[in-house]
């Protein structure tokens, strides 16, 4: 089964069109060192969009990335691919890759695509599966500060789903008036059970028993 291409808090607004990854100068310029590396991929269903491969020994809980394209007007737009592997499915395994940000400049839905010509992209920031980090720590806050607010998020859904039902647990799954950060907890949620073809509170549950097994390992989230 494919996986979904899903970005968290970073959206495809633009029309997608072919373009070849090798007409991209990309730069991958992740400091020395770096457990993960950077590319450029090519997917039908949003374009081009940068990869993350983990190029270490151990599975990689998270990590945090910047990609920056720039098109053909000149125009650029950053990106911040911040993913967080306590609430998905598994870690990213050695030499796995993920979907980080697709290479995309507009700033609107209204505002027509350019071709990409160039990128440049680093990982900044990983923490490993026995919880050891390497890199930025700074970066890594972004991640790691985000986690007990993730989790009583999620806890939050399960109990709505018990509490009120699925009617209204589908509600709060698709409520994006919350914090965006928070709130893509649940965008992966709906996104990952369409692709998997299960019911969106049977991934819920599956997920918040992992996340707190997690918790459990590298002690309380922040």
Request: aromatic share 10%; charged share 20%.
């Amino acid at each position: 089964m494919k996986p979904a291409m899903v970005f968290s808090l970073f959206f495809v607004t633009s029309l997608v069109f072919a373009q070849n990854p090798a007409d991209v100068k990309f730069q991958d310029a992740s400091p020395k060192g770096a457990p993960a590396s950077l590319s450029v991929k090519y997917d039908p269903d949003v374009g081009l969009y940068t990869s993350v491969r983990n190029t270490s020994g151990k599975g990689i809980l998270g990590f945090f990335a910047i990609i920056e394209p720039t098109d053909s007007r000149g125009q650029s737009v950053p990106c911040h691919s911040r993913a967080d592997f306590v609430f998905k499915d598994s870690v990213l395994a050695p030499q796995a890759e993920r979907p980080a940000c697709p290479l995309d400049t507009s700033t609107s839905p209204n505002q027509p695509s350019a071709a990409v010509v160039k990128a440049v992209g680093a990982v900044l920031w990983v923490q490993f599966e026995d919880g050891s980090t390497w890199g930025d720590a700074a970066s890594g806050k972004q991640i790691l500060s985000l986690r007990s607010r993730k989790l009583a998020f999620l806890q939050e859904l399960v109990a709505e789903y018990y509490d009120k039902g699925e009617k209204s647990f589908n509600a709060m799954l698709n409520d994006q008036n919350r914090d965006p950060r928070i709130w893509s907890v649940a965008g992966c949620l709906v996104e990952d059970a369409k692709s998997q073809r299960i019911p969106a509170i049977n991934l819920a549950k599956t997920r918040l028993e992992a996340a707190q097994k997690w918790e459990s390992l590298l002690g309380p989230f922040q």
